[in-house]
């Protein structure tokens, strides 16, 4: 697997995407993702159904995270954007 830009074991704690569609999309404090090199996304899931997504570098935004429990309104960190 390829390194990342971020570590490899995430903090858990919920996190949100933003896609270049627009559309945020929020992961459980289970979920965990990686950035590759490569700018690829990787996103492991909790669930019985989808174990992976991997989602192409020019399809997410940015990557947000908060405490679980927070408000996505309250103040968030971002931790990764899109490369122009």
Same mark, same amino acid.
């Given at each position: 697997?390829?390194?990342?830009?971020?570590?490899?074991?995430?903090?858990?704690?919920?996190?949100?995407?933003?896609?270049?569609?627009?559309?945020?999309?929020?992961?459980? +404090?289970?979920?965990? #993702?990686?950035?590759?090199? @490569?700018?690829?996304?990787?996103? *492991? /899931?909790?669930?019985?159904? +989808?174990?992976?997504? #991997?989602?192409?570098?020019? @399809?997410?935004?940015?990557?947000? *995270? /908060?405490?679980?429990?927070?408000?996505?309104?309250?103040?968030?960190?971002?931790?990764?954007?899109?490369?122009?």
């Amino acid at each position: 697997m390829a390194k990342s830009l971020v570590s490899g074991d995430t903090p858990r704690m919920v996190f949100t995407v933003v896609f270049s569609s627009g559309e945020p999309r929020d992961y459980g +404090v289970f979920d965990k #993702y990686e950035i590759t090199s @490569a700018g690829v996304l990787l996103i *492991e /899931m909790y669930r019985d159904d +989808v174990e992976r997504h #991997y989602v192409a570098p020019g @399809a997410w935004l940015e990557v947000v *995270e /908060m405490p679980d429990g927070q408000s996505a309104k309250v103040s968030r960190k971002i931790i990764s954007h899109k490369s122009k």
